[in-house]
């Protein structure tokens, strides 16, 4: 079971990825999801939707370079969502 969640869309996943490899070092486990579209992880059936995003972490990440709305959704109530550009990241 991981710690955390990270989720990322594009080449936001490779910034996921790295911070799986940084957490790893922290012996912190993490979960790369990449979700490149929102409308089709919505159409799967929930038993599927709980086995991507596990309900008992609620330590979550979304990653996006353009815009973090609406990924609060998937971050859920205790999760947080960053907005990347090539410079920084900032927390919506």
């Known amino acids: 079971m991981p710690d955390v969640i990270l989720i990322g869309s594009g080449s936001d996943v490779s910034l996921c990825v790295a911070a799986r490899e940084l957490l790893a070092t922290e012996n912190i486990k993490a979960r790369v999801v990449s979700m490149p ?18 309900p008992a972490v ?25 907005e990347c550009a090539a410079s920084a990241c900032r927390r919506r």
């Open 37 to 54: 579209s929102w409308e089709l992880f919505d159409a799967q059936e929930s038993t599927y939707q709980q086995s991507v995003l596990l």
């Open 58 to 82: 609620t330590a979550r990440v979304t990653v996006e370079e353009a815009s973090p709305i609406g990924w609060e959704r998937y971050a859920g109530p205790c999760g947080l969502s960053l």
